[in-house]
């Protein structure tokens, strides 16, 4: 399995879970430093936000990189107890950008990546949308020269593939231009080693939400 070297970098991972809602909420610490955060939806099993904050520097904490999400959120401690290292999330997300400035969001489907640029107003006919082997990337630009973009797909970095520009779609509506990639069979396949593995980290229960739910019956 090319994907391989991913799952073994998951399984080296100290591991919390927590269930709040219809949410699961992981928080992975590597021994290299790193810590990455993920909530998937307990109705579809798809991933909806992954952020990553890499090794602590000599000046306080290093701040949270998003890597997937439609909206910069705070992503909630994720289990109880232990010091503050241990401890899973506490620190929000705070991204501010200019009302009409172009901004890059991203979600991914059971079938698709996809990519929404907000604030481009340009018809269809102007973009260029194009998967290049050499960046590893899917590279976006206008024939007006107004708009430039690397976007890069760590999903397909980890199965060791290339974008191909057979599987890239484009859309244009309401300022927003979307971009769609069709997940390869091997994605697919990776999403659900790793499900499998999450099956095996002990998961904690949001009693907040839980007594909220029992109240509300």
């Not at 999403?191 to 998961?203: C, F, G, H, Q």
Request: aromatic share 8%; with cysteine; proline share 4%.
């Amino acid at each position: 399995m090319s994907y391989e070297n991913w799952l073994n970098y998951l399984r080296s991972a100290e591991k919390n879970s927590m269930i709040s809602g219809r949410c699961r909420k992981v928080f992975y610490k590597f021994p290299d430093g790193q810590q990455m955060a993920e909530e998937y939806s307990m109705d579809t099993g798809i991933v909806q936000r992954r952020a990553w904050r890499k090794c602590k520097q000599l000046m306080g904490e290093p701040e949270w990189e998003i890597e997937l999400g439609e909206t910069p959120r705070q992503i909630n401690q994720c289990a109880g107890g232990g010091d503050a290292d241990n401890s899973a999330i506490a620190n929000d997300f705070t991204l501010t950008e200019s009302n009409s400035a172009p901004m890059l969001t991203k979600r991914i489907t059971k079938k698709n990546i996809e990519w929404r640029i907000r604030n481009l107003p340009y018809p269809i006919e102007v973009y260029q949308v194009s998967a290049d082997a050499e960046k590893r990337a899917i590279i976006v630009r206008t024939i007006n020269k107004k708009y430039y973009k690397v976007i890069t797909v760590p999903e397909l970095d980890r199965c060791n593939l290339l974008p191909s520009q057979e599987n890239i779609s484009t859309h244009h509506q309401y300022n927003t231009l979307i971009i769609t990639y069709s997940k390869p069979a091997l994605l697919n396949e990776m999403e659900a080693e790793v499900l499998i593995l999450l099956k095996e980290v002990e998961t904690e229960t949001d009693m907040e939400d839980l007594l909220q739910g029992l109240l509300a019956k």
